[in-house]
């Protein structure tokens, strides 16, 4: 999963290329007129190793007569921020795409939530789980596809202490795994980071409950998942009948704590049999409220996106967001 750019302190101001060509002719019905888009690109998605990526998408939209703009991210929010201002621009883009992992989108969608701008995937992150969720496979010429003929079709979101998340948010192990993550070594190495915070946050383990509360109803567990799509960490499934175009969420409560329960856990994950677990439930909710006597990470979307006490739920706000064809 993409973390956003790391300079917090960066000046807003970015560096923005524009790439034009002439308007060509289409008579497929199913071919969305795009004059203008706008590209949102992280350029640290994917350890940085994707701008052929862009490259090659850019010359294809500027083939078929499309003007690309490209807006490098520069500090964090610097996406939320480019995206919320694309929406109230008099003539602004037919269509936004992310160039990023879940991450960077997850930036986006903050900017987009509540308007009508459709959004685009480029997927260059480390997972790219929101790709995978709707079906979107990874090439180029399938995402130039879809930018044209893409179903805009809007998204649910989740809000988790007032601020949006499309996937998933969750406490315990997953968190502080992504909240000790080394930055230059995820630009470097990609998921090998992840494996060696795991690594580390996995000898320092301790036994621990937080006391959840599930539209009134009080649980306790030693990991939590909100999840709003059933994807996780890839192609991995979490909750089953989680859909992020269908409003609700699903709470995955890991009850058992322990150091070694805790391999198990991602065992069954990876292997596919978490569901079947006695210590794995999930409960579907819409007002969830997560508490613990100490302050903790919280993670969203696979970026640390605010601490404990959390409170989550449904947002009335939805995003479009261009869905394939025909989904992989």
Request: aromatic residues 6%; hydrophobic residues 40%.
């Amino acid at each position: 999963m993409d973390k956003r750019t790391d300079s917090a302190t960066a000046p807003a101001a970015t560096a923005v290329t524009t790439a034009t060509a002439e308007p060509g002719p289409s008579g497929d019905p199913a071919v969305r007129q795009v004059r203008r888009a706008l590209i949102i690109f992280n350029r640290n998605a994917g350890g940085g190793r994707k701008v052929a990526r862009l490259e090659e998408t850019v010359a294809q939209l500027t083939g078929a007569g499309v003007e690309v703009e490209i807006h490098r991210t520069s500090f964090a929010g610097d996406a939320e921020q480019t995206a919320h201002a694309a929406r109230f621009l008099g003539s602004g883009p037919d269509v936004i795409i992310c160039a990023g992992g879940d991450g960077t989108i997850n930036e986006v969608v903050n900017g987009l939530a509540g308007g009508d701008t459709p959004l685009a995937l480029l997927p260059i992150g480390t997972a790219n789980v929101l790709a995978a969720e709707i079906g979107l496979a990874t090439d180029t010429a399938t995402v130039v596809d879809t930018i044209f003929t893409g179903v805009p079709t809007p998204i649910h979101l989740g809000t988790a202490n007032g601020r949006y998340f499309t996937l998933m948010t969750g406490v315990g192990l997953d968190a502080e795994v992504v909240a000790s993550v080394d930055r230059k070594l995820k630009r470097r190495t990609g998921k090998l980071a992840y494996a060696l915070a795991t690594l580390k946050r996995w000898t320092a383990y301790r036994d621990h409950h937080f006391r959840v509360t599930v539209d009134g109803v009080e649980h306790r567990a030693a990991g939590v998942v909100v999840a709003n799509g059933h994807y996780y960490g890839g192609r991995f499934v979490c909750a089953e009948n989680a859909r992020i175009t269908e409003p609700g969420l699903h709470v995955c409560l890991f009850q058992k704590p322990g150091r070694w329960q805790a391999v198990y856990y991602m065992l069954a994950l990876f292997g596919g049999f978490l569901d079947r677990l006695n210590t794995y439930r999930v409960i579907p909710g819409r007002e969830i409220h997560i508490a613990d006597d100490r302050d903790g990470p919280v993670q969203g979307d696979g970026d640390i996106i605010t601490q404990l006490p959390l409170t989550i739920g449904v947002a009335d706000e939805t995003v479009r967001i261009l869905m394939p064809r025909t989904p992989v």
